[in-house]
């Protein structure tokens, strides 16, 4: 069998003389047709095993001149590596998966944006999946990814209290056998590693400083009992306006989408709102939801009805009056997780949260 001395592997040293003097050939691509490896092996003047370890990722050596003329024949070809093969070669592909639970949430879009900044300091590519916070549709994601084999899986989205779905928690442990990373947020157990935010102490500061502002009644909008993120930042703002005086009188759930902060909002005018009552929304979107639901209903924000929220995402400082809130670095957040995907040794480094105070919450002291 000649595979164990054939000049294909373009190794130095191994190229027979009929194939060192040959010149390439032009390759015969099909009209409108994408051109394949083949293809480019044809243009290079080497085998299809050697254009394949070029460009496909092998650990196996290729001469120098041998990779150039590769490379040079796929770049005037306009080839696209075939990413099933280079898993196959190297056993992961160049992707990062990121799951969020709602890509129009700009919460999630700034931690992507961070995600992708990694991941182009790397040369990979990142793909965006949505679950909407489904744990069926998570498992099928997962099972669907994995047979993909990126390289890192980010688990972006908040989790219930439960334990993580069977199915979904099987599909990562192949993932993990098969030699992948998974990285979560939160101290729940789902990834390898986890990238944790301060929920509840950043909560609690913004409660404490709300009362030291002179609030001593809120309405708090989050999301169904049971969510983590939700669960943790109520708490916390919970705990530091009590802290101070102040009292929640009225948590209404929802969940993290800009409609639900507004139809909360809506119910608890109908149910009558005090002037100077302050209102807490678990996140800005929710927050801004709210504030949208106080205009509708005629009311004042700021002066009338105060409202806070969570995050700092870009648009909490461009709508009118603009939101007070809790700043969080989202797009270093989503650096962190990648960098949690790949590297060996890594600890996630503090990640520092500042109350911003607005025009939506002025001074009553």
């Known amino acids: 069998m000649t595979a164990s001395t054939s000049p294909a592997d373009g190794a130095p040293g191994q190229q027979s003389s009929a194939q060192a003097s040959a010149s390439p050939r032009r390759p015969r691509?099909?009209?409108?047709?994408?051109?394949?490896?083949?293809?480019?092996?044809?243009?290079?003047?080497?085998?299809?095993a050697t254009a394949s370890r070029v460009l496909n990722g092998s650990d196996r050596k290729v001469a120098d001149s041998f990779s150039e003329r590769v490379k040079k024949a796929a770049a005037?070809?306009?080839y696209t590596a075939n990413m099933s093969a280079q898993a196959t070669a190297r056993g992961t592909s160049p992707v990062i998966a990121l799951l969020v639970a709602d890509i129009a949430d700009p919460y999630f879009g700034m931690i992507a944006s961070g995600v992708a900044r990694g991941a182009d300091e790397q040369g990979l590519v990142v793909t965006i999946s949505i679950t909407e916070r489904d744990p069926a549709r998570e498992a099928r994601i997962v099972r669907a990814l994995r047979g993909q084999r990126p390289q890192g899986l980010i688990l972006a989205a908040s989790r219930t209290g439960e334990s993580m779905e069977a199915e979904t928690a099987r599909e990562l442990a192949e993932y993990a056998r098969l030699g992948g990373r998974t990285v979560a947020f939160g101290a729940d157990g789902a990834g390898d590693r986890q990238v944790r935010i301060d929920n509840h102490?950043?909560?609690?500061?913004?409660?404490?400083?709300?009362?030291?502002?002179?609030?001593?009644s809120a309405i708090a909008i989050s999301a169904a009992t049971g969510v983590r993120?939700?669960?943790e930042r109520l708490t916390g703002f919970r705990a530091g306006f009590e802290s101070t005086g102040g009292s929640v009188d009225r948590v209404l759930r929802g969940d993290f989408r800009r409609e639900s902060g507004a139809a909360a909002m809506a119910a608890a005018l109908t149910d009558g709102v005090a002037p100077g009552t302050l209102v807490f929304g678990i996140s800005d979107?929710?927050?801004?939801?709210?504030?949208?639901?106080?205009?509708?209903?005629?009311?004042?924000?700021g002066a009338d009805i105060a409202v806070c929220g969570f995050d700092d995402v870009p648009s909490s400082s461009d709508v009118s009056p603009a939101l007070t809130t809790v700043r969080v670095p989202l797009s270093e957040v989503g650096y962190q997780a990648f960098r949690a995907t790949v590297d060996a040794e890594w600890t996630q480094p503090p990640l520092p949260l500042d109350i911003v105070v607005r025009a939506s919450t002025p001074s009553i002291a």
């Open 29 to 48: 691509v099909e009209r409108g047709g994408a051109p394949t490896l083949d293809d480019v092996a044809r243009a290079a003047g080497v085998s299809l």
């Open 76 to 78: 005037e070809l306009g």
């Open 201 to 216: 102490g950043g909560a609690e500061a913004l409660g404490r400083r709300m009362g030291e502002l002179g609030y001593r």
């Open 229 to 231: 993120t939700s669960d």
């Open 285 to 301: 979107v929710v927050a801004i939801g709210a504030m949208a639901a106080i205009r509708d209903a005629g009311r004042e924000v």
